[in-house]
């Protein structure tokens, strides 16, 4: 199973992103989904996760901020991202069931 990520780039603070990340097979339906990101100096840390049963949970520094979906048709997961922080820059990548990873997309926020 390949993980293809997209849509990270350059925005300025307050703005928003959506990345996307699409399987090259049918494997959501069961499984669970996650976005790690990992920051320059710093350790890989999960941001958003949705359950098989499409529950979802978030960590703490961006609850209210990410929302993390998926569009099973479509063999793809989102995180879409809103009033991003320059602390939120980082490689994000996606994850199915923590066995199947995407090679990472980077996010900058800067003025």
């Known amino acids: 199973v390949q993980l293809q990520a997209s849509g990270g780039g350059l925005v300025q603070p307050g703005g928003s992103l959506r990345l996307s990340c699409t399987a090259s097979?049918?494997?959501?339906?069961?499984?669970?989904l996650g976005w790690f990101r990992q920051a320059p100096g710093k350790q890989r840390e999960l941001v958003a996760s949705?359950?098989?049963?499409?529950?979802?949970n978030y960590a703490d520094s961006v609850r209210g901020r990410l929302t993390i979906s998926r569009d099973n048709a479509k063999n793809t997961m989102y995180l879409q991202m809103n009033s991003l922080k320059p602390d939120d820059t980082a490689v994000y990548y996606c994850?199915?069931?923590?066995?199947?990873w995407g090679q990472g997309t980077q996010v900058t926020v800067s003025s």
């Open positions: 097979e049918i494997i959501f339906s069961g499984n669970g």
């Open positions: 994850t199915i069931a923590n066995r199947f």
């Open positions: 949705m359950t098989p049963y499409g529950s979802t």
